[in-house]
C-alpha cells in the first residue's frame, strides 16, 4: 500500500497528488454536508462515494487528508514513504528472481547431469565397440 505524494498540478490547481490505500490518486474533493467543514476541501479515496456523510461508508480505505493541512514537510514524508515503499517492493521481487534463477540453476544441473550420463554410456558403448573390433581384427 502506498500513500505517496507527487507535484503534479491537479485540475483544481493543487500542487499536490496523493495516492489513497488503494494505490490509485486520491482525487481532491469538497465537504458537500452541511456543518463544521462544509465546503472545506479535502484528499479522499476515489472509492469513497460522494453522497455518504462520513467516513463510514463501504468500498473505500478510508484514506482522507485536508488539503489546508498539507505542507510541505509532509508532502516530502509521503514522498519517502512512498519511496520506500517502492524500495521494499523491489527488494522482494529481486529476492523473487533470486529463487527463480536458483530453481533455473538447479534445473540446469540436472540436465547436465542427464547428458553426462548420456556421454558416458556413449562413450562406454564405442569403447565396447572398439574393443571387439580390435578383438576381432587382430
Not at 4 to 22: E, I, L, N, T
Not at 77 to 87: F, G, H, M, P, S
Not at 115 to 135: A, G, H
Request: proline residues 3%.
Amino acid at each position: 500500500m502506498s500513500m505517496g505524494s507527487g507535484s503534479s498540478v491537479d485540475s483544481r490547481g493543487s500542487r499536490h497528488q496523493f495516492r489513497c490505500h488503494c494505490n490509485k490518486v486520491a482525487p481532491s474533493r469538497m465537504v458537500k454536508v452541511r456543518g463544521p467543514n462544509h465546503g472545506r476541501h479535502f484528499y479522499g479515496c476515489i472509492n469513497y462515494p460522494e453522497t455518504c456523510p462520513n467516513f463510514e461508508c463501504r468500498d473505500h480505505c478510508g484514506f482522507m487528508r485536508w488539503e489546508d493541512e498539507v505542507t510541505d514537510f509532509q508532502d516530502l514524508q509521503l514522498r519517502v514513504l512512498e519511496k520506500d515503499t517502492i524500495i521494499s517492493e523491489l527488494e522482494y521481487e529481486k529476492e523473487e528472481l533470486h529463487q527463480i534463477v536458483k530453481k533455473l540453476k538447479g534445473r540446469k544441473d540436472i540436465v547436465l547431469e542427464d547428458e553426462m550420463k548420456e556421454l558416458k554410456f556413449e562413450v562406454e558403448r564405442l569403447r565396447t565397440e572398439m574393443t571387439n573390433y580390435l578383438k576381432a581384427f587382430f
